[in-house]
């Protein structure tokens, strides 16, 4: 696993960007990845990256135990995304716009560049 500094471009058509918590994905099973996703859920997608999350910070602290979680982020081909809403949920796949929502994102586990992946607010 290789953590860029800059967003993965998406194929065209692929403009809902989800996040998986807790899931990491081997740079060589990236397309197994792929073919599990439609074998499961029915859905086309495109993996862009795994992020490892920053530690949570109080008062500018970093909080302990905290961070280095492997988060997948990976984008449904739009003719997919209404199919996926519901069945995503079971296994904890959140979309971008809810992770990064104002109401849910207190601390910054992300770099602020994933902000960029979204496509409307939350």
């Not at 999350?53 to 997919?80: L, M, N, Q, S, W």
């Not at 995304?81 to 104002?102: C, H, M, Q, T, Y």
Request: some cysteine; aromatic content about 12%.
């Amino acid at each position: 696993m290789q953590e860029t500094n800059k967003n993965i471009e998406r194929k065209k058509q692929y403009s809902q960007v989800c996040v998986w918590p807790g899931t990491l994905i081997e740079s060589d099973k990236i397309q197994e990845f792929e073919e599990f996703m439609l074998k499961e859920f029915n859905t086309r997608i495109q993996y862009l990256e795994t992020i490892v999350t920053y530690p949570d910070k109080k008062g500018g602290e970093v909080i302990e135990g905290t961070g280095g979680r492997h988060d997948v982020f990976f984008a449904v081909h739009d003719e997919d995304i209404a199919n996926f809403s519901v069945p995503r949920l079971i296994a904890g796949i959140r979309w971008i716009e809810d992770v990064l929502s104002k109401h849910n994102y207190k601390c910054k586990i992300y770099p602020e560049r994933v902000r960029q992946y979204k496509t409307w607010e939350a």
